[in-house]
Structure formats: C-alpha cells, structure tokens
T-cell receptor, first 113, second 112 residues
Framework: AQTVTQSQPEMSVQEAETVTLSCTYD???????LFWYKQPPSRQMILVIR??????QNATENRFSVNFQKAAKSFSLKISDSQLGDAAMYFC??????????FGAGTILRVKS | DADVTQTPRNRITKTGKRIMLECSQT?????MYWYRQDPGLGLRLIYY???????NKGEISDGYSVSRQAQAKFSLSLESAIPNQTALYFC???????????FGPGTRLTVL
C-alpha cells in the first residue's frame, strides 16, 4: 500500500523568505503522480503543483517549486518570497495513474509579518 | 459559478439520524470521489466512482453508502450517523485521465 508522510506538523516563515515543506512516500510503482494541495482557513482544497514521476525535471509554478527525488521517494515543496496569503495547511498527495489519491497528514504553514 | 458544489456546507445532526451529502459538478468529469478529513489524518477516501454504473469502496467505507445519480451527481449517505463520523467531507472530480482531482468546498458535519 502507498503511504505519504509529512514529518513537519507546523512550519513558520518570515514574509518574503523561503520555506521548504517535506514529504516522503512509499510505493512500489514506477508510474505515478505527486501533488501539493493548499487548504487555507476557507477550507477549500486548492491544487498548488503536480509532478509526473516519469519527468525528471522538477515542476515549477510561479513562486512554488518542488524538489522531486524519485530514488529517495522524496517530494518537497519550496515556497519563495513567502506572502501572508500563503498561510495555510499544505497536503502532499500521491496518485498512481488511474487510481485514487493518498494524502499525508498535512503541514500547517504560518507566515510572520 | 463553482465547478464542484456541495450541499449542505454545514450540518449538525443527532446520533442515529440518516444524513445525505450531495455533490454536483459542471466540469464534465467522469470520475467522482468522497473523502473525509480529520485533524492529524489528512484526507481519506470513502468511495469513488469512475462512471454512473461504477461504484468502488475506498479505505474507510464502513458506515457510508453512495449513489451516482448521473454523471454530474454523486451523493454520500450516512444511514445511521454516529459521533465519530463528525468530520469535514469533501467531494472531488477528475477527468478520464484521472491525474488531477478538483475539490468542492467541503461539508462540515457534526454528529451529536
């Protein structure tokens, strides 16, 4: 069975600084997708970024980028130039092609002004 | 208008009551999912459906049932609600490729 581990229950970052959220996963599959979702206080689940396992290049979306290490089964999220609006719960998730999502427990990110 | 809607947004009910949570989508997606979110546990899959005639159990289906009334509608029922079903419930949809799921706004259910 696939599992996803987020080892940081909470993180804090100063506004305009950079923060990295960690995620590791366990799978025997070779073809899969990885995601980071953001959940602000509004509780809406918002897709931040996704990575296809067959792609070696790390995904980037504006201030958000990932460090995908397939052999190490690691998928960290880097947020650059942190903004107050980045404060939220962040979930890492794994998805095998055509199958269901498995989520980590989440990391609360606090942004200090 | 939102692509994935859930009703109600909040619900308080009593132990033993039957509850239905509804999900509708205008994204034209075939695949629909129900998750529950509990503090410290992330989201866990309850049921999922790949088309109108396809219903599958997720990892925590006990105490729940679903109905896929149409491509755009997927309902979750609690036949006899119990307090440990108090949680935040999310519906999600995905296209036939199924790689990215899009979530509704969630329903907060409290069972007293």
């Amino acid at each position: 069975a696939q599992t996803v581990t987020q080892s940081q229950p909470e993180m804090s970052v100063q506004e305009a600084e950079t923060v990295t959220l960690s995620c590791t996963y366990d799978t025997s599959e070779s073809d899969y997708y990885l995601f980071w979702y953001k959940q602000p206080p509004s509780r809406q689940m918002i897709l931040v970024i996704r990575q296809e396992a067959y792609k070696q290049q790390n995904a980037t979306e504006n201030r958000f980028s990932v460090n995908f290490q397939k052999a190490a089964k690691s998928f960290s999220l880097k947020i650059s130039d942190s903004q107050l609006g980045d404060a939220a719960m962040y979930f890492c998730a794994y998805r095998r092609y055509g199958n269901k999502l498995v989520f980590g427990a989440g990391t609360i990110l606090r942004v200090k002004s | 208008d939102a692509d994935v809607t859930q009703t109600p947004r909040n619900r308080i009910t009593k132990t033993g009551k039957r509850i239905m949570l509804e999900c509708s989508q205008t994204k034209g997606h075939d695949r629909m999912y129900w998750y529950r979110q509990d503090p410290g546990l992330g989201l866990r899959l309850i049921y999922y459906s790949f088309d109108v005639k396809d219903i599958n159990k997720g990892e925590i289906s006990d105490g729940y049932s679903v109905s896929r009334q149409a491509q755009a509608k997927f309902s979750l029922s609690l036949e006899s609600a119990i307090p440990n079903q108090t949680a935040l419930y999310f519906c999600a949809t995905a296209g036939q490729g199924g790689d990215t799921q899009y979530f509704g706004p969630g329903t907060r259910l409290t069972v007293l």
